[in-house]
């Protein structure tokens, strides 16, 4: 088989963990702040085909660039909408960083208890799979938190700053997916995810492991 199709089907598992677990986290924290929106459109589950865009996950396996589907938030239901929407934007990221954190501990596991079956083939392919998993939560991560509209650090931003009192928030907000594809098309997007997520997943395993 082509090592470029190994690599796409050795990715694929985290992505899918990844974006699903993701929205769900954003999904329930807003049902728990008193936003039943995504409850109401079924977004509240963990299953990946409510959250997975198809033409996001192509292009992510395409061109190393994705989405998944935004979970709706109407923030008019909360009772203090710049914190509880700083809290629902913080859910995503931090879930993709538990993700990261549980599969170090699977690592820990499998290597403590030296378990035969992981020197085999299909062993070593899920071991891959794995570490994948850990890697691809942390970009995510790390990548949702940079304070570019519509990702979660922005909104984190906005709600510290205060933008909507003081009527800012939409007029950076509408530059945003712009500013994000410039980001991404230029290659500035690899200089600054790769640092911070090679010092974590570096961090991480030499903590755990």
Do not use: C
Request: charged residues 15%.
């Amino acid at each position: 088989m082509n090592n470029a199709i190994i690599d796409i089907l050795l990715v694929i598992p985290g992505f899918i963990i990844g974006f699903s677990l993701h929205e769900y986290a954003h999904a329930k924290a807003a049902d728990m702040l008193g936003d039943d929106t995504a409850r109401r459109l079924g977004r509240l589950t963990i299953d990946p085909r409510a959250h997975i865009d198809v033409l996001g996950f192509i292009m992510l396996l395409v061109a190393r660039f994705g989405w998944g589907k935004p979970v709706p938030v109407n923030e008019n239901n909360f009772k203090n909408p710049s914190r509880e929407g700083m809290i629902v934007s913080l859910a995503g990221p931090m879930t993709n960083f538990i993700i990261a954190i549980l599969f170090i501990f699977v690592l820990k596991v499998i290597y403590v208890f030296q378990m035969t079956f992981f020197a085999s083939n299909l062993g070593q392919i899920i071991l891959s799979m794995i570490w994948n998993t850990i890697w691809i939560n942390l970009i995510l991560m790390v990548f949702n938190l940079i304070p570019i509209p519509p990702l979660d650090g922005y909104h984190i931003l906005s709600g510290l700053l205060n933008f909507r009192k003081k009527g800012i928030h939409y007029q950076f907000y509408d530059k945003g997916p712009i500013l994000l594809l410039i980001f991404v098309i230029t290659g500035a997007s690899r200089y600054v995810l790769i640092p911070p997520v090679q010092w974590m997943f570096n961090f991480l395993v030499e903590a755990i492991l």
